[in-house]
């Protein structure tokens, strides 16, 4: 292909000024600004808040819960009871549960473009289901301009150190946060290096070869800014406006007479008498004597409009919808909100099992198993050589809510009867356990059989037999058979 055809390569009259630099993936060196931004955006704009933690309820809920698949009945039972003991526990900081932790990860991902999470070891004297705890860590920790040659030879870049081969083998971080009041304190600017064994690093990669995560709303974070700027400057606007104020003008041979004596409520710097406006009031003016009200600007006819465009680019980037972000379903159908929705979660769901749930949750859990099998917590024989088998698990996100709960039903009752879905899909897709679901059904239907009662919940049931309030009436026969 001729440099002629391609267009976007052009020097003329409207891209002359585009001139971008050819930059790499890890290039940027502005990117503690950014963050800097990005994360008094997400503290003082209500738009970027909102957008952050509507995000986060969405991909994380109450919980992304875990079920054991490996082993047997019991094995799976016993390290499922281990596993929810531990999630309380599981905070370093002791300040949440490991779906706290799910929650904040997530929201720091979207707000930072990454979070680290270091495994932290204990005692076994320390009381814990599991002798392991998991500590959260803030993007700044992890100093991106810290470039160098560690002493074994490896290279350091942006706080990471890769081995020869490329592969990560520790970080480099400070021991407090650099922008606490107390980083200067107690060594807190010291850099430790911390093995990667103990490191997980949650980030979405945007480019190839690119290291480290970078703020999701980073490309529209100016345009929100500017917004709420122009937002600020119309309320300002308003709050003017409603500064209602009327002036008197008097003719030229009275210009030593005020007829506002009577209601005079005070005088400004140069003693020109002010009154008050009170309801009902009549005023007769002299003759000659006129009145004029101010008429201070509006916000505009295009106002509203000009905000729900800009709002627009701003969820567009930042991966939400506008309705699910303002609340605002004026003019959109049920038909359109579902397709917006259904759009929403596939991005959503791309979000949890391609990043959140592989490379945060299921790590976790690994180091969470390789702690219990070292304390004796946990029995399996040869687990280094099955440990890819043994700490599999089933991963249940929060189920989405059903938008037409008669239709959605209806629907995925006749997809499980068609043999297009199994049943356990459906449970799933709740946020519930199968097992667990069979389990409860079967414990419901014996407290029924044992009481004497019957309930069209219960699958045993025929469904189509004819229930004796709809059988024919004999007479109805013998009327039909003439």
Known sequence: MSQ?????GGHGRRLKHWRPPMSGPNSAGNVGTVLARMRDAVRNNA??????EKRAANGVGVGIQAKQVWGTPEFRALVDALWLAQIKYMDADGVSTFYGQQQLAWTEWDEAGEVFARIRARRPTDGLPVPMQVQLIESEQCPRDYYGTASNGNAIRQGIEFSSIGKRVAYWMYRSHPGDVTWMDARGNELVRVPAEQVIHLYRPLRAGQIRGIPRCQAVLVLI???ATTRDNVAERQAIQNLFAGFYTRPPAAANDSILEESKAGVDEDDTPIAGLEPATMQELPEGWDVKFSSPPGAGNDYADFV????????????IPLEVLTGD???IS????????NEFRRLIEMDQWLYMIPRFCQLVREAWFDAGVLAGKIVVPNYAELRDEVTAAQWV????PWSHPVQDVDAETK???AGFKPRSDVILGQGNDPEETDLQQKRDNERADKLGLQHDSDGRQSKSAPSKASAPQEGNNDQADQ
Do not use: H, S, Y
């Open 4 to 8: 002629e055809e391609l267009r976007a």
């Open 47 to 52: 738009w970027v808040g909102a957008a952050i």
């Open 225 to 227: 800014n500017t917004l």
């Open 308 to 319: 729900r465009t800009e709002l627009m680019a701003f969820c567009a980037r930042a991966g």
């Open 329 to 331: 379903l004026k003019d």
């Open 334 to 341: 049920d038909r359109a909100l579902k397709l917006v929705l």
């Open 397 to 400: 996100p929060q189920g989405w």
């Open 415 to 417: 997809a499980v009867r």
